[in-house]
């Protein structure tokens, strides 16, 4: 199985100020057919289920507010937050989608400072 | 809209059985791969087992194998979780989620609780 390493697992950030996680694959997860890499990024606020944030490593979803960005190839990936907002308090999940299981980071938890 | 609805969440002793539901609406069911993940109290988010779109391929992760079965009725458009000899580790919220590679749209989940 692939393993998802998400670091830090949990960090404090002050309002207006940049929030960077960063998600570890065991082997590479891009697609060599397309030339992509099979990564997305989740956000779940406490009750809630997961919602889709970034797909394909850096395409943000329909909706998604333009702060939320994605990055990286291959192995090492990144989410960042470049102005945390209040709404922004949640876990956040890496996953990959290029192997069976579908494996999730253990999550990050990003609260205001 | 989109949207997905999860039932058949309860508490259940060990060794027991249940199934979990997942209604589907807004869009073609029979064209999506379906997913059931769970997440265990206070804990990260586990994926299930999956179904493609006619139903004849399944796939588990390991420590359902041979207790659980994913199965779907498109003509109904639904998604079911069979779920036999449970274990207390089973105790989650189980979400189903339609796949688009990633998980494009989740369920708001339902609590299955193993305890005596």
């Known amino acids: 199985d692939i393993v998802m390493t998400q670091s830090p697992d949990s960090l404090a950030v002050s309002l207006g100020e940049r929030a960077t996680i960063n998600c570890r694959s065991t082997l590479s997860i891009l697609y060599s057919s397309n030339n992509k890499n099979c990564l997305a990024w989740y956000q779940q606020k406490p009750g809630q289920p997961p919602k889709l944030l970034i797909y394909w490593a850096s395409t943000r979803e329909s909706g998604v507010p333009d702060r939320f960005s994605g990055s990286g190839s291959g192995t090492d990936f990144t989410l960042t937050i470049s102005s945390l907002q209040a709404e922004d308090v949640a876990v956040y999940y890496c996953q990959q989608y290029y192997g069976t299981p579908r494996t999730f980071g253990q999550g990050t938890k990003v609260e205001i400072k | 809209e989109v949207q997905l609805v999860e039932s058949g969440g309860g508490l259940v002793q060990p060794g027991g059985s249940l199934r979990l539901s997942c209604a589907a609406s807004?869009?073609?069911?029979?064209?999506?791969?379906m997913n059931w993940v769970r997440q265990a109290p206070g804990k990260g988010l586990e994926w299930v087992a999956n179904?493609?779109?006619?139903?004849?391929?399944?796939y588990y992760v390991d420590s359902v194998k041979g207790r659980f079965t994913i199965s779907r009725d498109n003509a109904k458009n639904s998604l079911s979780l069979q779920m036999n000899v449970l274990r207390a580790d089973d105790t989650a919220v189980y979400y189903c989620?339609?796949?688009?590679?990633?998980?494009?749209?989740w369920g708001q989940g339902t609590l299955v609780t193993v305890s005596s």
């Open positions: 989620a339609r796949d688009t590679y990633y998980y494009d749209t």
């Open positions: 807004g869009f073609t069911f029979s064209s999506y791969w």
């Open positions: 179904i493609n779109q006619d139903g004849s391929k399944s």
